[in-house]
Nanobody, 124 residues
Framework: QVQLVESGGGLVQAGGSLRLTCAAS????????MGWFRQAPGKELEFVVA????????LYSESVKGRFNISRDNAKNTVYLQMNSLKPEDTAVYYC?????????????????WGQGTQVTVSS
């Protein structure tokens, strides 16, 4: 069982930045790929970014490429999402998720454990 806790969400103006953090329990963190997904009101869950267990491979959605950066610190069981140049359309609840192997993927159904989510609101 892996527990994930997100933090760092909030309200920011368009063009601003936020850094989300996801802290994971367990001793095998480096064997899990991690992903960030988001869900805006009335919309489906959307893939944002993923990172492999080693941190070498990353996968970004086109909508955030060049603006968001994912990283991880396996010694701290933590993954980070640095979000820059935020837009109002980035407003959503952001979820951290882990999958039971080290390969970064974009499909939500490949992820086993999910955090409770953190709200990000970008004002225009």
């Amino acid at each position: 069982q892996v527990q994930l806790v997100e933090s760092g969400g909030g309200l920011v103006q368009a063009g601003g930045s936020l850094r989300l953090t996801c802290a994971a329990s367990g001793s095998t963190f480096s064997t899990y790929a991690m992903g960030w997904f988001r869900q805006a009101p009335g919309k489906e869950l959307e893939f944002v970014v993923a990172i492999s267990g080693s941190g070498i491979t990353t996968l970004y959605s086109e909508s955030v490429k060049g603006r968001f950066n994912i990283s991880r610190d396996n010694a701290k069981n933590t993954v980070y999402l640095q979000m820059n140049s935020l837009k109002p359309e980035d407003t959503a609840v952001y979820y951290c998720a882990s999958k039971q192997n080290r390969y970064a993927k974009s499909r939500a159904d490949e992820y086993t454990y999910w955090g409770q989510g953190t709200q990000v609101t970008v004002s225009s």
